[in-house]
T-cell receptor
Framework: RKEVEQDPGPFNVPEGATVAFNCTYSNSASQSFFWYRQDCRKEPKLLMSVYSSGNEDGRFTAQLNRASQYISLLIRDSKLSDSATYLCVVNRRSGGGADGLTFGKGTHLIIQP | DVKVTQSSRYLVKRTGEKVFLECVQDMDHENMFWYRQDPGLGLRLIYFSYDVKMKEKGDIPEGYSVSREKKERFSLILESASTNQTSMYLC????????????FGPGTRLTVT
Protein backbone atom coordinates (compact mmCIF):
# COMPACT_ATOMS: atom_id res chain seq x y z
CA ARG A 1 0.00 0.00 0.00
CA LYS A 2 1.34 3.42 -0.94
CA GLU A 3 1.96 5.78 1.96
CA VAL A 4 -0.64 8.30 0.85
CA GLU A 5 -2.90 7.45 -2.03
CA GLN A 6 -5.27 9.72 -3.92
CA ASP A 7 -7.32 9.51 -7.09
CA PRO A 8 -5.43 11.81 -9.48
CA GLY A 9 -8.60 12.85 -11.35
CA PRO A 10 -9.20 15.15 -13.03
CA PHE A 11 -12.56 15.81 -11.46
CA ASN A 12 -14.59 18.02 -13.80
CA VAL A 13 -17.36 19.63 -11.78
CA PRO A 14 -19.88 22.35 -12.69
CA GLU A 15 -19.75 25.57 -10.73
CA GLY A 16 -21.97 25.46 -7.67
CA ALA A 17 -21.82 21.69 -7.28
CA THR A 18 -20.54 19.78 -4.28
CA VAL A 19 -17.44 17.69 -4.75
CA ALA A 20 -15.71 15.25 -2.43
CA PHE A 21 -12.46 13.41 -2.58
CA ASN A 22 -10.75 10.96 -0.31
CA CYS A 23 -7.31 9.74 0.35
CA THR A 24 -5.96 6.72 2.20
CA TYR A 25 -2.79 6.46 4.23
CA SER A 26 -0.78 3.45 5.27
CA ASN A 27 0.89 4.48 8.53
CA SER A 28 -1.56 3.77 11.34
CA ALA A 29 0.70 5.68 13.75
CA SER A 30 0.30 8.98 11.88
CA GLN A 31 -1.02 11.78 14.04
CA SER A 32 -1.19 14.86 11.83
CA PHE A 33 -3.27 15.22 8.69
CA PHE A 34 -3.72 18.08 6.27
CA TRP A 35 -5.09 19.16 2.95
CA TYR A 36 -2.86 21.40 0.89
CA ARG A 37 -3.83 23.21 -2.27
CA GLN A 38 -1.50 23.73 -5.20
CA ASP A 39 -2.36 26.02 -8.08
CA CYS A 40 -0.76 25.49 -11.47
CA ARG A 41 2.95 26.42 -11.39
CA LYS A 42 2.69 27.58 -7.79
CA GLU A 43 3.87 26.22 -4.48
CA PRO A 44 1.61 24.14 -2.20
CA LYS A 45 -0.21 26.03 0.52
CA LEU A 46 -2.03 24.74 3.55
CA LEU A 47 -5.79 24.60 2.98
CA MET A 48 -6.77 23.09 6.31
CA SER A 49 -5.70 20.71 9.02
CA VAL A 50 -7.83 17.62 9.60
CA TYR A 51 -8.90 16.80 13.13
CA SER A 52 -10.32 13.58 14.52
CA SER A 53 -13.66 15.19 15.20
CA GLY A 54 -13.88 16.62 11.71
CA ASN A 55 -13.66 20.31 10.96
CA GLU A 56 -15.19 22.90 8.71
CA ASP A 57 -13.86 26.11 7.23
CA GLY A 58 -16.46 27.94 5.23
CA ARG A 59 -17.36 25.81 2.24
CA PHE A 60 -14.71 23.20 3.06
CA THR A 61 -15.19 20.23 5.38
CA ALA A 62 -12.48 17.76 6.27
CA GLN A 63 -12.96 14.44 8.00
CA LEU A 64 -10.70 11.74 9.33
CA ASN A 65 -11.52 8.07 9.74
CA ARG A 66 -8.68 6.51 11.73
CA ALA A 67 -10.15 3.01 11.70
CA SER A 68 -10.20 2.92 7.91
CA GLN A 69 -7.20 5.23 7.53
CA TYR A 70 -8.79 7.68 5.18
CA ILE A 71 -9.23 11.40 5.01
CA SER A 72 -11.87 13.26 3.06
CA LEU A 73 -12.38 16.77 1.76
CA LEU A 74 -15.78 18.14 0.81
CA ILE A 75 -16.21 21.36 -1.10
CA ARG A 76 -19.70 22.84 -1.22
CA ASP A 77 -20.96 25.47 -3.68
CA SER A 78 -17.79 25.13 -5.73
CA LYS A 79 -16.30 28.25 -7.34
CA LEU A 80 -14.16 28.63 -10.44
CA SER A 81 -11.33 29.68 -8.12
CA ASP A 82 -11.42 26.26 -6.45
CA SER A 83 -9.81 24.76 -9.55
CA ALA A 84 -6.48 23.43 -8.32
CA THR A 85 -4.69 20.29 -7.24
CA TYR A 86 -5.52 19.14 -3.72
CA LEU A 87 -2.79 17.31 -1.86
CA CYS A 88 -3.50 14.95 0.99
CA VAL A 89 -0.71 15.14 3.56
CA VAL A 90 0.20 12.97 6.52
CA ASN A 91 3.06 13.30 8.99
CA ARG A 92 5.80 10.76 8.51
CA ARG A 93 5.99 9.45 12.06
CA SER A 94 3.75 9.51 15.07
CA GLY A 95 4.03 12.61 17.21
CA GLY A 96 4.95 14.86 14.32
CA GLY A 97 8.15 16.77 14.60
CA ALA A 98 10.93 17.57 12.26
CA ASP A 99 10.74 14.42 10.22
CA GLY A 100 8.46 16.03 7.73
CA LEU A 101 5.31 15.25 5.89
CA THR A 102 4.36 12.71 3.25
CA PHE A 103 2.42 14.18 0.37
CA GLY A 104 -0.05 12.38 -1.83
CA LYS A 105 0.32 12.96 -5.55
CA GLY A 106 -2.75 15.14 -5.58
CA THR A 107 -6.25 15.23 -7.00
CA HIS A 108 -6.78 17.63 -9.87
CA LEU A 109 -10.06 19.55 -9.68
CA ILE A 110 -11.50 21.58 -12.55
CA ILE A 111 -14.57 23.70 -11.90
CA GLN A 112 -16.43 24.44 -15.10
CA PRO A 113 -18.62 27.50 -15.64
CA ASP B 1 3.38 36.52 6.88
CA VAL B 2 5.91 33.75 6.64
CA LYS B 3 8.19 34.23 3.72
CA VAL B 4 10.33 31.56 2.14
CA THR B 5 12.45 32.68 -0.77
CA GLN B 6 14.50 30.70 -3.23
CA SER B 7 17.46 32.11 -5.08
CA SER B 8 16.24 31.43 -8.62
CA ARG B 9 12.92 30.68 -10.29
CA TYR B 10 14.54 29.12 -13.35
CA LEU B 11 18.00 27.64 -13.76
CA VAL B 12 19.68 25.87 -16.65
CA LYS B 13 22.87 23.92 -16.00
CA ARG B 14 25.03 21.51 -17.90
CA THR B 15 25.61 17.88 -16.99
CA GLY B 16 28.47 17.56 -14.51
CA GLU B 17 28.20 21.08 -13.13
CA LYS B 18 27.96 21.71 -9.41
CA VAL B 19 24.67 23.42 -8.63
CA PHE B 20 23.68 25.38 -5.55
CA LEU B 21 20.05 26.09 -4.72
CA GLU B 22 19.54 28.53 -1.88
CA CYS B 23 16.55 28.92 0.41
CA VAL B 24 15.96 31.58 3.05
CA GLN B 25 13.09 31.87 5.54
CA ASP B 26 12.33 34.87 7.68
CA MET B 27 10.22 33.35 10.46
CA ASP B 28 12.91 31.88 12.71
CA HIS B 29 11.73 28.34 11.94
CA GLU B 30 13.85 25.49 13.21
CA ASN B 31 12.91 23.01 10.49
CA MET B 32 13.72 23.32 6.82
CA PHE B 33 13.11 20.91 3.97
CA TRP B 34 14.03 20.32 0.35
CA TYR B 35 11.65 18.51 -2.00
CA ARG B 36 11.54 17.84 -5.67
CA GLN B 37 8.29 17.61 -7.58
CA ASP B 38 7.89 15.67 -10.80
CA PRO B 39 4.77 14.92 -12.85
CA GLY B 40 3.20 11.68 -11.75
CA LEU B 41 5.53 11.32 -8.78
CA GLY B 42 4.37 14.15 -6.56
CA LEU B 43 6.50 15.81 -3.90
CA ARG B 44 9.44 13.76 -2.66
CA LEU B 45 11.59 14.70 0.30
CA ILE B 46 15.30 14.97 -0.44
CA TYR B 47 16.77 16.26 2.84
CA PHE B 48 15.63 18.13 5.89
CA SER B 49 17.23 19.93 8.80
CA TYR B 50 15.90 20.50 12.31
CA ASP B 51 18.70 22.76 13.53
CA VAL B 52 21.78 24.59 12.39
CA LYS B 53 24.41 22.17 11.09
CA MET B 54 21.99 19.26 11.50
CA LYS B 55 20.64 17.34 8.53
CA GLU B 56 18.68 14.18 7.87
CA LYS B 57 18.19 12.22 4.67
CA GLY B 58 14.75 12.07 3.18
CA ASP B 59 13.48 9.55 0.66
CA ILE B 60 15.74 10.41 -2.28
CA PRO B 61 19.05 11.88 -1.04
CA GLU B 62 21.28 10.26 -3.66
CA GLY B 63 23.13 12.80 -5.76
CA TYR B 64 22.35 15.64 -3.35
CA SER B 65 23.87 17.20 -0.28
CA VAL B 66 22.76 20.07 1.94
CA SER B 67 24.23 22.75 4.12
CA ARG B 68 22.74 24.70 7.00
CA GLU B 69 25.23 27.12 8.48
CA LYS B 70 22.64 29.65 9.63
CA LYS B 71 19.16 29.08 10.95
CA GLU B 72 17.45 31.00 8.19
CA ARG B 73 19.32 29.48 5.26
CA PHE B 74 19.23 25.95 3.84
CA SER B 75 21.17 25.10 0.70
CA LEU B 76 20.74 22.15 -1.62
CA ILE B 77 23.81 21.09 -3.57
CA LEU B 78 23.92 18.93 -6.64
CA GLU B 79 27.53 17.76 -6.66
CA SER B 80 27.52 16.75 -10.32
CA ALA B 81 24.26 17.56 -12.04
CA SER B 82 22.67 14.92 -14.22
CA THR B 83 19.74 15.08 -16.62
CA ASN B 84 17.57 13.02 -14.27
CA GLN B 85 17.83 15.85 -11.76
CA THR B 86 15.83 18.11 -14.04
CA SER B 87 12.88 18.95 -11.82
CA MET B 88 11.02 21.55 -9.78
CA TYR B 89 12.77 22.02 -6.42
CA LEU B 90 10.76 23.31 -3.50
CA CYS B 91 12.07 24.48 -0.17
CA UNK B 92 9.87 24.59 2.94
CA UNK B 93 10.14 25.54 6.58
CA UNK B 94 8.14 24.83 9.71
CA UNK B 95 8.19 25.42 13.43
CA UNK B 96 9.77 22.68 15.46
CA UNK B 97 7.67 20.02 17.14
CA UNK B 98 4.53 20.75 15.19
CA UNK B 99 4.77 17.98 12.61
CA UNK B 100 2.54 20.38 10.92
CA UNK B 101 2.20 23.21 8.53
CA UNK B 102 5.06 23.74 6.18
CA UNK B 103 5.51 26.99 4.31
CA PHE B 104 6.88 26.63 0.82
CA GLY B 105 9.02 28.84 -1.33
CA PRO B 106 8.01 29.54 -4.95
CA GLY B 107 10.23 26.78 -6.31
CA THR B 108 13.20 26.59 -8.66
CA ARG B 109 12.70 24.96 -12.04
CA LEU B 110 16.06 23.36 -12.78
CA THR B 111 16.88 22.05 -16.22
CA VAL B 112 20.05 20.02 -16.70
CA THR B 113 21.13 19.66 -20.31
Amino acid sequence: RKEVEQDPGPFNVPEGATVAFNCTYSNSASQSFFWYRQDCRKEPKLLMSVYSSGNEDGRFTAQLNRASQYISLLIRDSKLSDSATYLCVVNRRSGGGADGLTFGKGTHLIIQP
Amino acid sequence: DVKVTQSSRYLVKRTGEKVFLECVQDMDHENMFWYRQDPGLGLRLIYFSYDVKMKEKGDIPEGYSVSREKKERFSLILESASTNQTSMYLCASSLTGTGGEQYFGPGTRLTVT
